[in-house]
């Protein structure tokens, strides 16, 4: 329930527009300057996984990890498998959204990487604290899925692999 939330209030409350994206080839540009920025906290992530890695006491490198370097390395692998799923259908997403909404891709743009942020930090505090900060990254990429597959087999199926 807090996503469309949030979604809802950037979307009405912050002053800003997108630019006026005619083609679909400026739309996957804008949507790829977009999604630049969802790497953020994933190269965060492994800066501090690598500082991690080197502070760790243990002296053999491919030995058993501690518990603070292997919070940092799955944070790092899950945020990355995440992330591909979430450029690939943003990426549809941005075909298939009017000029009127494409405000959208920014903002979920930013939901991604403070709802990774988030993941980060609960995962760190305790592992049964972390299932909000992956549903706030989970639900919203479900739901462009849903989104994505709805539009290409139901509104415009006869324009499937034009």
């Known amino acids: 329930l807090l996503c469309p939330c949030l979604i809802y209030g950037a979307y009405v409350f912050l002053p800003f527009d997108a630019p006026l994206l005619p083609t679909i080839s400026t739309r996957l540009v804008y949507t ?23 502070c760790s006491s243990a002296l053999e490198p491919f030995g058993e990890l501690q518990r603070e370097v292997e919070i940092h390395r799955t944070y790092v692998s899950q945020s990355v498998h995440l992330f591909i799923l979430y450029f690939f259908n943003m990426a ?71």
């Open 92 to 162: 549809v997403l941005a075909t298939y959204l009017p000029q009127e909404v494409l405000k959208l891709i920014p903002l979920l743009t930013g939901l991604f990487a403070i709802s990774r942020l988030i993941y980060w930090l609960s995962y760190a505090i305790g592992r049964s604290f972390r299932a909000f900060g992956f549903s706030m990254t989970f639900l919203p990429l479900l739901a462009m899925l849903l989104w994505n597959l709805y539009n290409m087999f139901v509104l415009e199926p006869e324009n499937l692999l034009a």
């Open 32 to 54: 790829l300057r977009c999604t630049a920025f969802a790497t953020f906290p994933i190269i965060l992530g492994m800066i501090v996984s690598g500082i991690s890695r080197l």
